[in-house]
C-alpha cells in the first residue's frame, strides 16, 4: 500500500477564532501536490500545523504520517519521521556555518552520527544539482542572506535531508525567477517512489517548472476543490470568483 501523509477533517483554532474548518487531504508519496487558494484561506496555517507550530489549537481531526497520528508531536520529532519541516529555523544562527548546521540536522533526522564522508557525499551532490558555489556552505547560517540565499538554503536543506514528506510555502516569499528555479530544481531532484511533497504558491509560473501531479484549492479553511495541473491554468485565468460561486464560499 502507497505511503500517505494524510490530513483528517482538521479543524484549527487562533484563540478561539476557527481557521481551519475541516480539511481534508492525501498526499501519497511519489507525488508532488500544489496548494492554491485566495489571501487568507488557511494555507500556510495548514502548512504550520502539519509542522507543530505551538500557535495554533488543533480541536479536532488527525494528522496521520505513514499512518501514525503526528498531531501530539514535536517538531523535532515529526522531522525524524521524516517530515520536512522548512519553518523550523527561520533565525539566524552567528558562529554556526550551513554545513555543521547541515550535519546537525541530518544527525538530528536519523538519531545518531552520520560519517563526515557520507555527509559531504550528500552535501557534494546537492550542490552540484543546485549549480552552487561550494564557498557558499562555509557562510554562517542566514547571517545577511537576501531572501533569495535563504531560500536557497532551505531548498539545499531539503535535499540533503532527503524527507518523505516536504511542505513548501511559497506563497509570500517574494521569490524571483530565479529563485523560483531553485526551488524547482530541488524538488524535482527529489521526485521519486519516496517523496511526497505539498507545494503552497499563488504563481501558476512555479507549477511550470514543477509540474504538480494534482492541485487543490482552499477557500474559507477548507479544500473546496481538487483537479489536474489544468485546474491551476484555470484560476490563472478565471480568478477565484466563479469559484466561489460554485462552492458557495
Ligand atoms: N497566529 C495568528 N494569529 C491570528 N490570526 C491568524 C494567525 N495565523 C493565521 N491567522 C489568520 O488565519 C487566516 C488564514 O491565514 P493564512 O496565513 O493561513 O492564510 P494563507 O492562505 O496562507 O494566505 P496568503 O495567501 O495571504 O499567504 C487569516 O485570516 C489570518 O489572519
Ligand atoms: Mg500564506
Redesign the pocket.
Known sequence: MTKTLEIRDLWVN??DTP?LKGVNLTLPRGEVHALM?P???????LGKVIAGDP?YEVVRGQILLDGEDIAGLEPDERARKGLFLAFQYPVEVPGVTIANFLRLALQARYGKEVPLTEFYGKLQRAIETLEWDEAYVTRYLNEGFSGGEKKRNEILQLMVLEPAYAILDE??SGLDIDALKVVAKGVNAMRGPDFGALVIT?YQRLLNYIVPDVVHV?MDGRIVKTGGRELALELEERGYDWLKEEVGA
Open positions: 487562533v484563540e481557521i487558494g489571501n487568507g484561506a488557511g494555507k500556510s496555517t500557535g506563497t509570500d499563488h482552499m
